[in-house]
């Protein structure tokens, strides 16, 4: 019985704290939020940048089998100068010879 009135006394107070300060809540979560979303954005905006520049400083090279655009580091050689898009353009080209 003793638990019971401390809880119903804790639980009225945190009542009482949230309805007056209702508001002074409502806007820190939000400024919260607001700085979370900020420092994403953030990040994201950095790896963009990042992707960008790698795409920017390595050559595409085009798949001999169906002719797809790939950039250099992601392509696969078979020779010094001869790329491949994926393994399934490459296998393809093995099995024929
Ligand atoms: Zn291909």
Known sequence: MKWLIILALIAVLVIF???RYRKQIQMALYVFRMFRKMRQ??????????MR??????A??????????????KALKLRS???YCSATC????????
């Open 81 to 83: 100068d001869v790329f």
């Open 90 to 97: 490459l296998e393809t080209i093995v099995k024929v010879g």
């Open 53 to 58: 520049e790698e795409e920017q400083n390595i």
């Open 17 to 19: 704290i949230v309805s």
């Open 41 to 50: 954005m953030n990040k994201t905006d950095e790896k963009q940048i990042e």
């Open 60 to 73: 595409l090279v085009n798949c001999a089998k169906c002719g797809t655009w790939i950039p250099q580091n």
